[in-house]
Every structure is written in structure tokens, then in C-alpha cells.
């Protein structure tokens, strides 16, 4: 059997992701703040700005003795927070806050938790969903670089730590998105790349989330997954 959590699993590339994958057959467990319905999967009501005790629950389930014996598990860690764009000195520091745990301190967490639970397992995956903006500074969207930019590093160490997981940090692209309006919505005073992503949107620049996820999926099936820590998705 195979088992694969996805986080922020309720809307955009993450319900994308947890649908496909229940349509091929995975279990899948969805961790986000409300539940998707129509989706017959396993899905928790949880907020990953408060990661800790989510974490402490995962590890748990993972070891719940009742569990099925897995012949493959996977953690794809896709939840992310934007805070308002614009200047880091403008940010509200309860948002702020909530960015950078949902970002980065809730994948850390999870990832422990995850291959804390799964010790003998035959085949473990993690994917995190990283962005070219953790490889790339952007001025205004400082939260957001930091914590794609800690996800890449934290994936490279991971993968040295753990050479029998196959561990991935991959750019998904431009998907057409909530973030997305959000930042075509920002004002150009305060964002002065916003006539940048309204450009995309305009020029159909943008992904759709549905094939987005089709083209991870192909990529988490490869047998070469984790050769390459740091990917793009556009690459592969």
C-alpha cells in the first residue's frame, strides 16, 4: 500500500496533488486548516501555524501499531502562507509569525515526525514544494524567499542525513493561484514587481494547478527521484 500526506491539501496545487493521488489509488492523508469536500481521504483539521502538537500527532498515527504495513510513504510538505506584500519593516508581526511557522518551521517538524514514524518502511519520499523565489531574492516578498530559501537547505541536509530517503526541493513553476492574486492584487507602492505578475496572468503565463500536479506526480515516480536535491520542475 502506499501512503502519501500532503499539507495544505484543501485548495489550489495541494487539492490538485491529494486528488490525483487518491485517484490512483494512494492513501492519502490531508493536513489543513478546513477539509475538502467531495475528497474520500482521510483529512485533519489542522493549523500548521501551530505546528508542534500536528507534528506530535503525525508521528502517533505513523506509529499507531493498528496502522497497515506500507510498502511506500511519501510527505509532500505544499502548505505556504504569503504575507502582504511589500516591505519586511510593513509586515504584521502576528502574520509574519504565521508565514514563517507554516513555511519552514512546520515542514522541519513534520519531516521529523515523518521519518521518526516510518522506520522500515521499504521506500520513503519526501517532496517539498519549494519556489524560484527561495532561489532568487525579490524585494517585498522577504518572508517568502527566507522560508523557500531555508526548505531548499533544509532538504540538501536532510539528504545528506538520510541517503536511503529520497528527499526533493523542487520549483513547481507559476501556478495560477490565490498567492498569485494576492500578489497581482498588491499595491505597486508598496510591491513594485505587482505589474510583473499581473503580466503573467495577462500574457497566460500561468500554470493551471491540475497540471501542475500531474507533472510532480511524474517527477515523485521516477526512479531517480532524490539524485537531484534542488529541481525545477520547468527542468525536468
Not at 118 to 129: E, F, P, S, Y
Not at 219 to 226: E, I, K, Q, S, W
Amino acid at each position: 500500500m502506499h501512503l502519501t500526506i500532503v499539507t495544505g491539501h484543501s485548495r489550489g496545487l495541494g487539492a490538485a496533488l491529494a486528488s490525483q493521488l487518491q485517484a490512483a489509488g494512494h492513501v492519502v492523508l490531508g493536513l489543513s486548516r478546513r477539509p475538502l469536500p467531495g475528497l474520500a481521504i482521510t483529512q485533519w483539521e489542522v493549523d500548521l501555524a501551530e505546528p508542534l502538537p500536528v507534528a506530535e500527532r503525525l508521528q502517533a498515527w505513523l506509529q499507531d501499531p493498528a496502522r497497515p504495513a506500507w510498502h511506500s510513504v511519501t510527505l509532500i510538505n505544499n502548505a505556504a502562507l504569503l504575507t502582504e506584500p511589500g516591505p519586511l519593516a510593513a509586515a504584521a508581526p502576528a502574520a509574519l509569525s504565521a508565514a514563517l511557522r507554516v513555511g519552514l518551521e512546520a515542514p522541519a517538524l513534520l519531516c521529523r515526525a515523518f521519518l521518526a514514524g516510518t522506520t522500515g518502511v521499504a521506500q520513503r519520499r519526501i517532496l517539498n514544494i519549494s519556489s524560484g523565489l527561495g532561489r532568487r531574492a525579490l524585494a517585498g516578498l522577504a518572508p517568502y524567499c527566507a522560508v523557500k530559501a531555508g526548505l531548499d537547505h533544509l532538504s540538501r541536509a536532510l539528504a545528506l542525513e538520510m541517503p536511503d530517503v529520497g528527499v526533493v526541493s523542487i520549483a513547481p513553476g507559476v501556478i495560477d493561484s490565490d498567492m498569485q492574486q494576492q500578489l497581482r492584487g498588491a499595491q505597486p507602492a508598496q510591491f513594485a514587481e505587482q505589474g510583473r505578475f499581473q503580466g503573467l496572468k495577462d500574457g497566460g503565463q500561468l500554470q493551471t494547478a491540475e497540471a501542475t500536479a500531474e507533472a510532480l506526480l511524474r517527477y515523485l515516480a521516477r526512479p531517480d527521484f532524490g539524485q537531484q536535491v534542488i529541481a525545477d520542475i520547468r527542468e525536468a
